[in-house]
């Protein structure tokens, strides 16, 4: 295995984004082996895939420290080439292909991957942007290989969170009333009784509010790590 120093720097995207239709932003969740990764990895590793000339390059980020354990995961797909970053906790690995498996391959072939997401539980997350009916028809590709497929927005930001007017109402006087602090300083069903409305709908849109949040805010931090990785290479 070559440990030489490996750049951090993210190179540009793999192909251009189509001149037509204009592009919509999913993220996709299914299980890690419906997208090509038969064993999950040792711990969670953020992968973007980089082609250079005929090769495609695996830019793997991971916890301080675990490439190695990183690279021995990824030794089973055939890598011709692994070097991890210096340092005495490094979070860097490249790993250069002849050859990608089946499946990493149709999936780069079909649509714009941004990035991968994997936990060592054994799901993934795979941003991708592209035209609609490029995403529609690699979701219908991930659904032959497992039924447990979701597609959705990706909201990488506050600031494209979508909140219905009823929606921040109810966020809001949910927060004014203390029903997010530890112990609770209103319930559920005191919340309703103020809203005017029955603690079914109450409930039905905090948590519908509560995704949104939660979703962008998830999405963000993912990305944030490849812009922190850029800035720091």
Known sequence: MNRDAAETKVGPARRKPP????????????????????????????????????????????????PAKVARWLMPFGPAEIAIAPGIAPRVLRAKFDVLPPLWKQMLATVIVHYVDLTPEGSASIFVADSLDKVERFVKVLRVESSVVRARKSLPGPARVELTARQLEV????????????????????????LGLSVGATSEL????????????????????????????
């Open 19 to 66: 001149a037509g239709p204009s592009l919509v932003s999913r993220r996709i969740d299914l299980p890690g082996a419906a997208a090509g990764f038969a064993e999950p990895p040792p711990c969670r590793v953020h992968l973007k895939f980089l082609l250079r000339g005929d090769r495609w390059t695996l830019l793997a980020l991971s916890a301080p420290g675990m």
């Open 171 to 194: 966020l809001a006087l949910a927060v004014a009333l203390g029903y997010y602090e530890t112990p609770h300083k209103v319930g559920l069903r005191a919340l309703a009784k103020k």
């Open 206 to 233: 905090l948590r519908r509010g509560e995704s949104l949040i939660i979703t962008s805010y998830v999405d963000a931090l993912t990305a944030s790590k490849w812009k922190q990785l850029q800035e720091s290479g």
